[in-house]
């Protein structure tokens, strides 16, 4: 019996950093200044949006976008979508994001024989610890 409540307590403690975690969203680099940022990201965890663009972002003193989130809520990713650091009020998490990039003529003479300049865009969707 001890070990049976064992297991329940120490499964009822550890469902919370086993809770499906959903990252999605886009960076766009593009060389001009202010024209670079990121858009319609997200961080749900359990079907909660704990962190969003909407809640605000900024550049953290390593050079990563570190979005706005609920307190106690983390999520920050490299400036090309491909690792990420996550944390809930339980635990915290890193991981590599499958992020698909498309590099693109974003100003110039994109369709003539002058010259141009190219972008950036970096997408991801993905889920994690499901």
Same mark, same amino acid.
């Given at each position: @019996?001890?070990?049976? =409540?064992?297991?329940?307590?120490? !499964?009822?403690? =550890?469902?919370p950093?086993?809770?499906? !975690? ?12 202010? !024209?670079? &940022?990121? #858009? ?10 704990v962190?969003?663009?909407? @809640?605000? /972002? ?6 990563? #976008? /570190?979005?706005g989130?609920?307190? &106690?809520?983390? #999520? ?5 979508? /491909?690792?990420? %650091?996550?944390?809930?009020?339980v ?9 698909? /990039?498309? =590099? ?17 865009? #970096?997408? %991801? ?5 499901c």
């Amino acid at each position: @019996m001890k070990l049976f =409540t064992t297991l329940a307590t120490t !499964l009822v403690f =550890t469902l919370p950093t086993l809770a499906c !975690l959903r990252v999605h969203g886009g960076i766009t680099h593009d060389p001009l200044p202010g !024209l670079s &940022g990121i #858009y319609g990201v997200e961080a749900i965890d359990n079907g909660l949006v704990v962190c969003s663009v909407g @809640m605000g /972002s900024r550049i953290d003193q390593d050079g990563h #976008y /570190s979005l706005g989130c609920l307190p &106690g809520y983390v #999520y920050a990713f490299k400036k090309d979508g /491909s690792f990420a %650091w996550y944390a809930n009020p339980v635990n915290a998490f890193s991981f590599t994001q499958n992020a698909q /990039s498309n =590099t693109y003529c974003c100003h110039g003479a994109c369709l003539d024989k002058g010259a141009k300049i190219d972008c950036t865009d #970096y997408n %991801w969707d993905e889920t994690h610890f499901c």
